[in-house]
């Protein structure tokens, strides 16, 4: 058992069995604009009902393009897949993840700090965000494996520090999202409850759990309870569609046995009023590819 820290508000892999606990922070955190891209009452009202809101071609086809082809490029660069921060799948050397993206390339970091992602952003979590982590999931055809379900927000909390849920992320489709390869499925209005997970987590979890994820995930029958008053929602798209969806939200996605991609990218932003404190399993801080340690505010561009 690994020592705990007394103000765990969201204990979770405490050794003991699922459980569903009440949620302690707002979903939306302002409902003042920041800019032109700022969600309306309307948006706002249906992301904090749900956990999460699908905008139909947000993100300009240029970039899209500019988008993939930087994907592209890198995904096939021997030196990039060599890095610590680049993830291969399970059972190929198919890349499943480049983590760090500003560090990749400055295609990256432009749209991390565009007004398109920021004005939103900042509008929910209500003031000066930084970026807590970053990848893009390429799930290539054929071989792109599942992710089981989870809320980022549980390992954010127990691997990484992150207090409170005042976090979320922005996934902007690079490729169609289509019932054949792989979408994203969420449960709306899961993000009200935290659901503690079963077991502990092993020392250095990341090597294995952003393969294949065990510990973090809730248990079956949790699910099974939680599904009984909601539904599920698969977030089907084209490139330039973006889903903003909170961090506790539970999501998950099965595998892509298709021929084409479901090339998404992530962007996880933080509040900068709920900084890291030391990870609540106990385990040392994960590395900054996962957990940036740059607290700087991030300034729209
Ligand atoms: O470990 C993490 O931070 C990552 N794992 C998943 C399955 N989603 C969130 C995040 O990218
Ligand atoms: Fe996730």
């Not at 390869?181 to 092993?202: A, E």
């Not at 539904?231 to 939200?249: H, Q, S």
């Amino acid at each position: 058992m690994h020592a705990r820290l007394a103000e765990d508000l969201y204990p979770s892999r405490t050794g003991s069995i699922s459980q569903i606990h009440a949620r302690h922070d707002p979903v939306v955190y302002s409902h003042a604009p920041v800019g032109e891209f700022s969600l309306s009452r309307t948006e706002l009202e249906q992301y904090d009902r749900d956990g999460f809101l699908l905008l139909r071609n947000h993100i300009p086809a240029d970039w899209i393009s500019e988008l993939r082809a930087e994907t592209t490029r890198l995904a096939g660069d021997p030196h990039t897949s060599r890095r610590a921060s680049v993830i291969t799948e399970p059972d190929s050397s198919e890349v499943r993840s480049l983590f760090n993206l500003p560090e990749l390339s400055p295609v990256y970091d432009r749209v991390a700090r565009s007004h398109r992602l920021l004005d939103i952003v900042m509008q929910l979590l209500g003031g000066p965000v930084y970026l807590h982590q970053s990848r893009i999931n390429i799930k290539p055809a054929f071989h792109g494996k599942s992710f089981p379900w989870h809320s980022d927000f549980e390992t954010w909390h127990v691997e990484d520090g992150l207090p409170a849920i005042r976090c979320l992320s922005c996934s902007i489709f690079l490729t169609e999202n289509s019932m054949f390869n792989g979408p994203l499925f969420v449960i709306p209005g899961s993000h009200r409850h935290y659901i503690s997970c079963p077991g502990t987590t092993p020392a250095d979890h990341y090597r294995q759990s952003l393969k294949k994820q065990h510990y973090g995930s809730p248990e079956p029958g949790v699910m099974e309870e939680l599904l009984e008053s909601s539904t599920l929602e698969a977030c089907l798209g084209r490139p330039g569609d973006m889903l903003i969806f909170d961090a506790n939200v539970q999501h998950g996605s099965p595998d892509n046995i298709s021929h084409r991609p479901r090339t998404n990218m992530f962007l996880a932003y933080n509040s900068r009023l709920n900084l890291p404190q030391k990870p609540f399993c106990g385990l040392a801080r994960r590395p900054d590819f996962l957990a940036s340690r740059d607290f700087t505010a991030l300034a729209a561009v």
